[in-house]
């Protein structure tokens, strides 16, 4: 990626009212910008200045804070100003105004989106994984997940990542120095232990695969899909889990017409729970007492919508009704349902059907036996959903991995594999083994940045908001 030495300033605090604002700055040299704020560049470095902040015509806007980072000790490894004033919005535009006034003639310009962290990662002041992890602290959405992040943050992810590189690096030094001297007729794999090394690298890349999985369940959390048929509970069931009424209930078929969601958390993991219109047809049957309403345009879009949510679900909770027990409507909907997604067959109304609070596990999904109305059997359903999501409270710090992290890991755990395969060759295979050797450096590299395309760049730091 191509760095860009023109300076750049935005707002670097949140859109609204708050007590302070930030207005910052970064760029190679910053002295002929701030001769043009203050007339003078007298500020002592990290040292807080208390000050007006003027109008070219001397008018004051504000009086606040100016601190003064000098390069490479800042943020972004640059020359950093910072600007803290009152943080009404009109103020901070009128700020931010005057600092690109001011900024004229060297070039300043409004930063774009994570341009304050990108220049920070070009200037090795991060790599790749802490630049993300910023953004994933702003973002956090629990406790767990800040702690993770501040984790990354720190170091602590590209630490274990570069350590095992440098283990890959010895092995594959080894392999290519054989490769280089063939003369010498030594029985390479024995003699260096290189299958133990691998093993021990397999074992070490498992572990932080591991790792960064549950870290990414704190990021990302799971899309939960309530699905079944009218009047079985599905809105009962949201409210409960979300501690409040978020969705209507009625014993009206149909009352759902379109989507719910609410985002809950259990154990610090972020649950997506999404409920849906009931699902029935023109010709399904009718309980006693209930009018025969044929299905209107809207239910039928809903409906729609409903098995466009089931297609992307990463859990399927099937509600059904235990007082009258399964049928061929529900039949027909579990014959519906996407292969390879985990289903959970929820048996609700168990205050009407007599049943006890349960969990069957059965050949074709785990059963639980539950009340909505009653609250009853509630604690065993978020037991199955933190199993399902392979959560488990370890006490070991987690890193806040991206999905392209879970994916660098995972190919590298491939490339591993197939070097275990040419190991077994005995010599025969050393240069493919070390070609998958470098393969597997390669790919841990993407995670922090040594080894990173700059369309991938472009992506990651688009993503960021203004002013960081």
Request: hydrophobic share 45%.
């Given at each position: 990626?191509?760095?860009?030495?023109?300076?750049?300033?935005?707002?670097?605090?949140?859109?609204?009212r708050?007590?302070?604002?930030?207005?910052?700055?970064?760029?190679?040299?910053?002295?002929?910008?701030?001769t043009?704020?203050?007339?003078?560049?007298?500020?002592?470095?990290?040292?807080a200045?208390?000050?007006?902040?003027?109008?070219?015509?001397?008018?004051?806007i504000?009086?606040?804070?100016?601190?003064?980072f000098?390069?490479?000790?800042?943020?972004?490894?640059?020359?950093?100003?910072?600007l803290?004033?009152?943080?009404?919005?009109?103020?901070?535009?009128m700020?931010?105004?005057?600092?690109?006034?001011?900024?004229?003639d060297?070039?300043?310009?409004?930063?774009e989106?994570?341009?304050?962290?990108?220049?920070?990662?070009?200037?090795?002041?991060?790599?790749?994984?802490q630049?993300?992890?910023v953004?994933?602290l702003?973002?956090?959405?629990?406790?767990?997940?800040?702690k993770?992040?501040s984790?990354?943050?720190?170091?602590a992810?590209?630490?274990?990542?570069?350590?095992?590189?440098e283990?890959?690096?010895?092995?594959?030094?080894?392999?290519?120095?054989?490769?280089d001297?063939?003369?010498?007729?030594?029985d390479?794999?024995?003699?260096s232990?290189a299958?133990?090394?691998?093993?021990?690298?397999?074992a070490?890349?498992?572990?932080?695969?591991?790792?960064?999985?549950?870290g990414?369940?704190?990021?990302?959390?799971?899309?939960v899909?309530?699905?079944?048929?009218?009047?079985?509970?599905?809105?009962?069931?949201?409210?409960v889990?979300?501690?409040d009424?978020?969705?209507?209930?009625?014993?009206?078929?149909?009352?759902?017409?379109?989507?719910?969601?609410?985002?809950?958390?259990?154990?610090?993991?972020?649950?997506?729970i999404?409920?849906?219109?009931?699902?029935?047809?023109?010709?399904?049957?009718?309980?006693?007492?209930?009018?025969?309403?044929?299905?209107?345009?809207?239910?039928?879009?809903?409906?729609e919508?409903?098995w466009?949510?089931?297609?992307?679900?990463?859990?399927?909770?099937?509600?059904?009704?235990?007082?009258?027990?399964?049928?061929?409507?529900?039949?027909?909907?579990v014959?519906?349902?996407?292969?390879?997604?985990?289903v959970?067959?929820?048996?609700?109304?168990?205050?009407?059907?007599?049943?006890?609070?349960?969990?069957?596990?059965?050949?074709?999904?785990?059963?639980?036996?539950?009340s909505?109305?009653?609250?009853?059997?509630?604690?065993?359903?978020?037991?199955?959903l933190?199993?399902i999501?392979?959560?488990?409270?370890?006490?070991?710090?987690?890193?806040?991995?991206?999905?392209?992290?879970?994916?660098?890991?995972?190919?590298?755990?491939?490339?591993?594999?197939?070097a275990?395969?040419?190991a077994?060759?005995?010599?025969?295979?050393?240069?493919?083994?070390?070609?998958?050797?470098?393969?597997?450096?390669?790919?841990?590299?993407?995670?922090?940045?040594?080894?990173?395309?700059?369309d991938?760049?472009?992506?990651?730091?688009?993503?960021?908001?203004?002013?960081?």
């Amino acid at each position: 990626m191509i760095y860009d030495p023109i300076p750049i300033a935005a707002i670097a605090t949140a859109p609204g009212r708050g007590g302070i604002g930030v207005v910052r700055i970064s760029g190679k040299d910053l002295a002929s910008v701030v001769t043009a704020l203050f007339g003078h560049t007298q500020f002592k470095p990290r040292h807080a200045s208390y000050l007006p902040f003027t109008q070219a015509d001397g008018t004051v806007i504000d009086q606040g804070i100016a601190i003064y980072f000098k390069a490479p000790h800042s943020y972004t490894g640059e020359d950093v100003l910072e600007l803290q004033g009152h943080g009404g919005p009109v103020v901070m535009q009128m700020l931010l105004a005057r600092c690109l006034e001011a900024g004229r003639d060297a070039g300043l310009r409004l930063a774009e989106p994570g341009e304050f962290t990108q220049r920070a990662f070009l200037n090795d002041k991060l790599d790749l994984a802490q630049a993300e992890a910023v953004s994933d602290l702003i973002e956090a959405s629990t406790e767990a997940a800040a702690k993770s992040a501040s984790q990354s943050l720190s170091g602590a992810f590209s630490k274990v990542i570069h350590a095992l590189v440098e283990k890959v690096v010895h092995l594959r030094m080894l392999v290519e120095a054989t490769l280089d001297f063939p003369e010498e007729e030594i029985d390479f794999l024995e003699k260096s232990n290189a299958r133990g090394q691998l093993a021990t690298i397999q074992a070490a890349l498992q572990k932080v695969f591991e790792q960064a999985a549950q870290g990414a369940l704190l990021r990302a959390g799971l899309n939960v899909v309530l699905a079944g048929q009218p009047n079985v509970g599905k809105s009962s069931l949201l409210n409960v889990l979300a501690g409040d009424d978020v969705a209507i209930v009625t014993p009206i078929a149909g009352t759902t017409r379109d989507k719910v969601t609410e985002t809950i958390h259990i154990e610090g993991i972020p649950l997506n729970i999404i409920d849906t219109a009931g699902i029935r047809h023109e010709h399904d049957e009718v309980e006693e007492g209930q009018i025969a309403n044929a299905i209107d345009t809207v239910e039928r879009i809903g409906i729609e919508r409903t098995w466009a949510e089931v297609e992307k679900a990463d859990v399927i909770l099937h509600l059904l009704d235990a007082s009258r027990g399964p049928t061929r409507a529900d039949e027909a909907i579990v014959a519906r349902f996407p292969e390879g997604v985990p289903v959970i067959r929820i048996w609700n109304k168990i205050d009407l059907s007599g049943h006890h609070a349960s969990v069957d596990e059965m050949s074709d999904a785990t059963h639980i036996y539950l009340s909505a109305h009653e609250h009853t059997g509630i604690d065993l359903l978020r037991k199955e959903l933190l199993r399902i999501a392979g959560w488990e409270q370890t006490g070991e710090s987690l890193y806040l991995a991206r999905e392209r992290h879970l994916i660098a890991l995972k190919h590298a755990h491939e490339h591993l594999q197939n070097a275990a395969e040419y190991a077994a060759q005995n010599d025969q295979s050393l240069d493919l083994f070390a070609e998958e050797l470098r393969l597997t450096q390669d790919r841990l590299n993407s995670i922090t940045g040594e080894f990173t395309s700059d369309d991938l760049l472009g992506v990651i730091f688009s993503r960021f908001c203004i002013g960081k």
